[in-house]
C-alpha cells in the first residue's frame, strides 16, 4: 500500500496557476500508474489526468487539456499537477490516486474504483 500526501493547493484568481503535489512513501512508486481526481461539493468525484508508470505516456480530461500538466519524479516519489489559467469551475478538493493494475501501466485509468490509494486531498479555490 502507498500512502499519499497532497500539497499545493490554495486560493488563486481566475487565471492564475498552481502546482499541487502528491509525495508517495511506503509501497514502490515506480509500480503504480498515477491519477489525479477532483471533487467539487454536490458533484461526483471526476477525472484530471493520469500518468503512466513510465513517466512519459499522461491523459487528460478535456476541460483541463492545454491548461493542466501532470508530470512525476521518481527520485522524489512525488507527481505533479501544474495547473495554469485558472478557472473558477476549477474549484474543487483535488485528490491524487495510485493504480497499480497492469492493464493500466501505460497511461493509467480514467475511473476512480481502478485506483487502490488515495491521499486525503487539497483544496483548490479560484476566484472570479
Known amino acids: 500500500q502507498v500512502q499519499l500526501e497532497e500539497s499545493g493547493g490554495g486560493l488563486v484568481q481566475a487565471g492564475g496557476s498552481l502546482r499541487l503535489s502528491c509525495t508517495a512513501s511506503g509501497r514502490t512508486f515506480r509500480s503504480s500508474a498515477m491519477g489525479w481526481f477532483r471533487q467539487a461539493p454536490g458533484r461526483e468525484r471526476e477525472f484530471v489526468a493520469s500518468?503512466?508508470?513510465?513517466?512519459?505516456?499522461?491523459d487528460y480530461a478535456d476541460s483541463v487539456k492545454g491548461r493542466f500538466t501532470i508530470s512525476r519524479d521518481k527520485a522524489k516519489n512525488t507527481v505533479y499537477l501544474q495547473m495554469i489559467s485558472l478557472k473558477p469551475e476549477d474549484t474543487a478538493v483535488y485528490y491524487c490516486?495510485?493504480?497499480?493494475?497492469?492493464?493500466?501501466?501505460?497511461?493509467?485509468?480514467?475511473?476512480?474504483?481502478?485506483?487502490?490509494?488515495w491521499g486525503q486531498g487539497t483544496q483548490v479555490t479560484v476566484s472570479s
Open positions: 500518468i503512466g508508470r513510465n513517466g512519459v505516456n499522461t
Open positions: 490516486a495510485a493504480d497499480y493494475s497492469l492493464a493500466s501501466a501505460r497511461v493509467g485509468a480514467r475511473v476512480a474504483n481502478e485506483y487502490d490509494d
